[in-house]
Nanobody, 127 residues
Framework: QVQLQESGPGLVKPSQTLSLTCTVS??????????WSWTRQPPGKGLEWIGY???????NYSPSLKSRTSISRDTSKNQFTLQLSSVTPEDTAVYYC???????????????????WGQGTQVTVSS
């Protein structure tokens, strides 16, 4: 049973960098073939995909967030990390990490294709 757990500060000031870590247990983040993703849900809105790091270490980001996003991993700790720079109050959301199997011919998984999710962590951007 794979488990994912998000961690990081719940409050970030505008213009700072949001940093969240997802710790994975029950499976290795280097095992083929999976996407290890970050998504978020702003208050009153739907899920928004942020990006992923694949089991081979390649990354892919949402075009709307690409300029501010970096996803990296620490394989020794079985963790992957999201950094979102220059945050504004519009980045306030519940942030989730999740795993999706790679599907041939698709570079961005659908939300219904994710098989494991973290419980989510609230991040508020406010001064």
């Amino acid at each position: 049973q794979v488990q994912l757990q998000e961690s990081g500060p719940g409050l970030v000031k505008p213009s700072q960098t949001l940093s969240l870590t997802c710790t994975v247990s029950g499976g290795s983040i280097t095992t083929n073939y999976y996407y290890w993703s970050w998504t978020r849900q702003p208050p009153g809105k739907g899920l928004e995909w942020i990006g992923y790091i694949a089991s081979n270490g390649s990354t892919n980001y949402s075009p709307s967030l690409k300029s501010r996003t970096s996803i990296s991993r620490d394989t020794s700790k079985n963790q992957f990390t999201l950094q979102l720079s220059s945050v504004t109050p519009e980045d306030t959301a519940v942030y989730y990490c999740a795993r999706a199997p790679v599907v041939a011919g698709k570079t961005v998984p659908e939300f219904n294709e994710y098989d494991y999710w973290g419980q989510g962590t609230q991040v508020t951007v406010s001064s």
